[in-house]
Nanobody
Framework: QVQLVESGGGLAQPGGSLRLSCAASGSIFRLNTVGWHRQAPGMQREWVASITRGRTTFYGDSVKGRFTISRDNAKNTVYLQMNSLKPEDTGVYYC??????WGQGTQVTVSS
């Protein structure tokens, strides 16, 4: 069993930055691809970014060039650095492993 705990969400102004963390229990975490997803109110959950075991990264078109995903396998943690935030980035952000384990989510609100 893998448990994921997201943190780092909050309120940011447009153009601001936030850094999300996804901490995992269980050593299997370091072996697998981990992704970030988000869900805005009234919208379907969408994929944001992923990072493989070898640290290859992938990004959705809406965040490319603004968000950076990284991982620290020694800490069993994956990060999402979010810069140049826009109001449309508002939502609950979840991390997910390739075995389909999900965290509980952390709220990100971008508003002036």
């Amino acid at each position: 069993q893998v448990q994921l705990v997201e943190s780092g969400g909050g309120l940011a102004q447009p153009g601001g930055s936030l850094r999300l963390s996804c901490a995992a229990s269980g050593s299997i975490f370091r072996l697998n691809t981990v992704g970030w997803h988000r869900q805005a109110p009234g919208m379907q959950r969408e994929w944001v970014a992923s990072i493989t075991r070898g640290r290859t990264t992938f990004y959705g078109d809406s965040v490319k060039g603004r968000f950076t995903i990284s991982r620290d396998n020694a800490k069993n943690t994956v990060y999402l650095q979010m810069n140049s935030l826009k109001p449309e980035d508002t939502g609950v952000y979840y991390c997910k492993t390739s075995e389909n384990y999900w965290g509980q989510g952390t709220q990100v609100t971008v508003s002036s």
